[in-house]
């Protein structure tokens, strides 16, 4: 069974870091890319990042680039989610997704929720 | 950007009856279309990608058309773990993008 475990979320004060953790299991990760997703309180769906499955290709969002590092161990089947400098608009859960057929989420974790404020 | 704009925000539907969902690119995306479903508390579910081919496990009553710039979603007939929120999602382009949502609601 294809599982997806996030964790590290938390609240933090702007301008403060968080990294997100997504344990993989019932697949083999190194095969596959994957994303980080997420969804503000009450909101739409936001696509945050994405990393190919040898790390050799990476994408972020506009809105979180130069602040937000996507990573992943394949030893380890985990992928990471650092986030610095963070906003009270960062605010969101966050769902770790994998990638099929380069671009559909087929399995998505429960998320975690990171909550920016003082 | 490809913005994804969905119709209607929200409808109100009784559990049978027929549900059509909109979804309108702002520049073509060919087939790379696909719609999740998300209910309250949980991780969105893939039901259909590239415009029309059901996920795995997904019933039937759901069908996916269209391509280009115009797309539908159809539930044929709800059944009441069908009330939920539908997105559509494009991957033709960078940044991947969501549409805005629309929530099935009980009438």
């Known amino acids: 069974e294809v599982q997806l475990v996030e964790s590290g979320g938390g609240l933090v004060q702007p301008g403060g870091s968080l990294r997100l953790s997504c344990e993989a299991s019932g697949f083999t990760f190194s095969t596959y890319s994957m994303n980080w997703v997420r969804q503000a309180p009450g909101k739409g769906l936001e696509w945050v990042s994405y990393i190919s499955s040898s790390s050799g290709t990476m994408y972020y969002a506009d809105s979180v680039k130069g602040r937000f590092t996507i990573s992943r161990d394949n030893a380890k089947s985990s992928l990471y989610l650092q986030m610095n400098s963070l906003r009270a608009e960062d605010t969101a859960v966050y769902y770790c997704?994998?990638?099929?057929?380069?671009?559909?989420?087929?399995?998505w974790g429960q998320g975690t929720l990171v909550t920016v404020s003082s | 950007e490809i913005v994804l704009t969905q119709s209607p925000a929200t409808l109100s539907l009784s559990p049978g009856e027929r549900a059509t969902l909109s979804c309108r690119a702002s520049?073509?995306?060919?087939?790379?279309l696909a719609w999740y479903q998300q209910k309250p508390g949980q991780a969105p579910r893939l039901l259909i990608s590239d415009a029309s081919n059901r996920a795995t496990g997904i019933p039937a009553r759901f069908s996916g058309s269209g391509s280009g710039t115009d797309f539908t979603l159809t539930i044929s007939s709800l059944e009441p773990e069908d009330f939920a929120v539908y997105y559509c999602q494009q991957r033709s382009n960078w940044p991947r993008t969501f549409g805005q949502g629309t929530k099935v609601e009980i009438k």
């Open positions: 520049q073509s995306v060919s087939s790379y």
């Open positions: 997704a994998r990638d099929v057929r380069s671009g559909w989420y087929d399995y």
